[in-house]
């Protein structure tokens, strides 16, 4: 089954221990992103990456590090957790981005509260 | 920058009711235009898309027309069910940006 998978779904921490979110998609796709979705505010991206070792900034990547070293896989990296950074985070890809297709393929969401 | 707003939440409606969702842009260019909904637990996913102007999108009984002229691109159905209640979240792409801009999210909830 075509999927994207994140874990862990539901994560409690505290501030400052360092946690890993980790994206898988077994589509084969170029590229792939994270978005965090905050009520009121929709989704807004934070990194994103075109290929393998390919990754950018998005609109709200301070505080968050990610690596691509398979295609396959993008994980989130938080290093040093803070309050503001609770929210319910996405992992997207698509085949590549063109812009006009739009279809992300999103994976369920990990819901992370950082005390 | 590119931006999308949404008419402000939560929707409740009775089943078999006429459903339409606000939504409208600011962008530069021509961005495309999509619908995504997101069901209980799970993520978004692509309900319907509309690349240029005049272009209307459908799917599952519902539509969006590509509005230019009033930079909107609403969201309509006919006639709900229960199984519709969702978040609904309007979005585009465009201007080179490597991203789709979202708006804030409509929750809608159907009542049998």
């Known amino acids: 089954e075509a999927q994207v998978t994140q874990n862990p779904r539901y994560l409690i921490t505290v501030t400052g221990k360092k946690l890993t979110v980790t994206c898988s998609q077994n589509?084969?796709?170029?590229?792939m992103s994270w978005y965090r979705q905050d009520p009121g505010l929709g989704l807004r991206q934070i990194y994103y990456?075109?290929?393998?070792?390919?990754?950018d900034k998005g609109d709200v990547p301070e505080g968050y590090k990610v690596s691509r070293k398979e295609k396959r896989n993008f994980p989130l990296i938080l290093e040093s957790p803070s309050p503001n950074q609770t929210s319910l985070y996405f992992c997207?890809?698509?085949?590549?981005?063109?812009?006009?297709?739009?279809?992300?393929?999103f994976g369920e969401g990990s819901r992370l509260t950082v005390l | 920058g590119d931006s999308v707003t949404q008419m402000e939440g939560p929707v409740t409606l009775s089943e078999e009711a006429f459903l339409t969702i606000n939504c409208t842009y600011t962008?530069?260019?021509?961005?495309?235009l999509f619908w995504y909904v997101q069901y209980p637990g799970e993520g978004l996913q692509l309900l319907l898309k509309?690349?240029?102007?005049?272009d209307k999108g459908s799917n599952k009984g519902f539509e969006a027309t590509y509005r230019k002229e009033t930079t909107s691109f609403h969201l309509e159905k006919g006639s709900v069910q229960v199984s519709d209640s969702a978040v609904y979240f309007c979005?585009?792409?465009?201007?080179?940006?490597?991203?789709?801009?979202f708006g804030q999210g409509t929750r809608l909830t159907i009542n049998p």
């Open positions: 997207a890809s698509s085949p590549d981005w063109t812009g006009n297709t739009g279809e992300l393929f």
């Open positions: 589509m084969n796709h170029e590229y």
């Open positions: 990456s075109m290929n393998v070792e390919v990754t």
């Open positions: 962008a530069t260019g021509y961005p495309s």
């Open positions: 509309a690349t240029k102007a005049d």
């Open positions: 979005a585009l792409s465009g201007g080179g940006a490597q991203k789709l801009v």
